[in-house]
């Protein structure tokens, strides 16, 4: 069992660049959850999967940020014409029961 | 909206023991969670609570459920340096969805 990965782990972009990153979760885990943590916060959830089918999205996602998980396994979240206010760390979860395993995340800079 | 509530700071001594304490608004949460976050890493489970529990013990872990007063406490005996880091407290979020609510975390720091 590796664990939650994802890539890239820092991503450094200009401000109105589209930003792609991806989540791998545990094997066999067919529950995947994002969630964004800005600086002296907890992370708050963006959105969910179970399996391929995106299941719920928090009000934080606007229509600049789309996700996917095309055949259930890995998941990719992507920013489009990204602000300052994306700046953030994005981070993965995945479950198979009641227990959330997050990977190291993704630490997003907007210049 | 659904809210966590959880003190900024604490701050031990090494060996003594750590309690860190948590108060939520959704009182559907099935499952109660702590996980714990160093600096530049990402979040460790460390572990729950079944909602219909009033305690838990693991180890040096020992996490308390007060589902009347939505109060949710962890306490880690024989705090050691290591243990220093932010402690989130994250209940389910109501819905099937299982997304949790985070707290701003609480920051340990054990003083040798």
């Known amino acids: 069992d590796t664990g939650v990965s994802q890539d890239p782990r820092h991503k450094i972009t200009k401000r109105g660049q589209n930003v792609t990153f991806r989540c791998d979760p545990i094997s066999e885990h067919n529950r995947l959850y994002w969630y964004r943590q800005t600086l002296g916060q907890g992370p708050e959830f963006l959105t969910y999967?179970?399996?391929?089918?995106?299941?719920?999205k928090s009000r934080l996602l606007s229509d600049r940020f789309s996700a996917e998980r095309p055949k259930g396994s890995f998941s990719t979240l992507e920013i489009q014409r990204t602000e300052q206010g994306d700046s953030a760390m994005y981070l993965c979860a995945s479950s198979i029961t009641a227990e959330q395993y997050f990977g190291p995340g993704t630490r997003l800079t907007v210049t | 909206g659904e809210d966590v509530e959880q003190s900024l700071f604490l701050s031990v001594r090494e060996g003594d023991s750590s309690v860190i304490n948590c108060t939520y608004t959704d009182s559907s949460s099935t499952y109660l969670y702590w996980y714990k976050q160093e600096p530049g890493a990402g979040l460790q489970l460390l572990t729950y609570?079944?909602?219909?529990?009033d305690m838990k013990q693991d180890q040096r872990l020992t996490v308390l459920l007060n589902k009347k007063d939505k109060h949710l406490s962890l306490r880690i005996a024989d705090t050691q340096t290591g243990d220093s880091a932010i402690y989130f407290c994250a209940p389910e979020g109501g819905g099937s969805q299982g997304n949790l609510i985070f707290g701003k975390g609480t920051k340990l720091s054990v003083k040798p």
């Open positions: 999967f179970q399996n391929e089918a995106q299941l719920e």
């Open positions: 609570i079944f909602s219909n529990m």
